[in-house]
């Protein structure tokens, strides 16, 4: 998943990336987030169960209802609390999602980050992890915005709007929150909508 954001000094956070999907209760974690936990990759299928099992037992409880809202309505979220590894270790994490939704428009799931700051917290508990907390949401905006436009313009579904972002990021060395935040600068700067394009849709929003 590549090196995530940084604190003042600098210092590299571990990011992981998961998904879960309703239908099947399944869930899905990238290499990063197996390892927090204390799995080597593909190791372990996860599951809710699972999940809560390596929840600090001090954390346990209001992760459950955050898990239980997210299996039953979805919706954005972020929390802070420690997980406790294979080997008995606690870490520190982040954790920001948001609703994972069809080409229909319908709640489907959810997805987001695994944010280990195990570290940081060690050094400026609250700060560091609010700050870190909105620079992720923030990342997270700009590149549903830039997944829109795409979608929008090329009627693709939401994966593959994202799968181009990606392509473009590894094309250009640029991360994809930059490519995101580039590519709203310039259609702000540069793109205007025609005047008949803008009235059709006009008649398309009053009429939905």
């Known amino acids: 998943m590549g090196v995530g954001p940084t604190t003042k000094s600098g210092a590299p956070h571990r990011v992981g990336g998961f998904l879960y999907r309703r239908v099947g209760d399944r869930w899905e974690w990238s290499d990063a987030v197996a390892r927090m936990h204390g799995y080597e ?8 169960e699972l999940l809560l099992s390596h929840k600090h037992p001090e954390d346990r409880p209001h992760v459950a209802q955050t898990l239980e809202a997210i299996r039953t309505s979805g919706g954005s979220f972020s929390s802070r609390h420690r997980i406790v590894d294979t080997k008995g270790r606690t870490r520190s994490v982040v954790v920001v999602g948001d609703r994972l939704v069809d080409e229909s428009g319908e709640i489907i799931g959810s997805s987001g980050f695994y944010v280990d700051v195990t570290e940081t917290l060690g050094e400026t508990v609250k700060d560091s992890v609010d700050e870190l907390v909105a620079e992720i949401s ?17 009627a693709i579904p ?41 009235t059709h849709f006009d008649h398309v929003l009053l009429r939905n």
Do not use: C
Request: proline share 5%; hydrophobic share 50%; net charge neutral.
């Open 41 to 48: 990759p593909g190791a372990i299928v996860p599951t809710t």
């Open 138 to 154: 923030s990342s997270r905006a700009a590149i549903e915005q830039a997944k829109g436009m795409l979608m929008l313009v090329y």
């Open 158 to 198: 939401a994966d593959r709007a994202f799968d181009v972002l990606v392509w473009h990021s590894h094309e250009t060395n640029i991360k994809v929150r930059d490519v995101a935040e580039r590519l709203l600068a310039r259609v702000a700067a540069d793109f205007e909508v025609p005047a008949a394009v803008r």
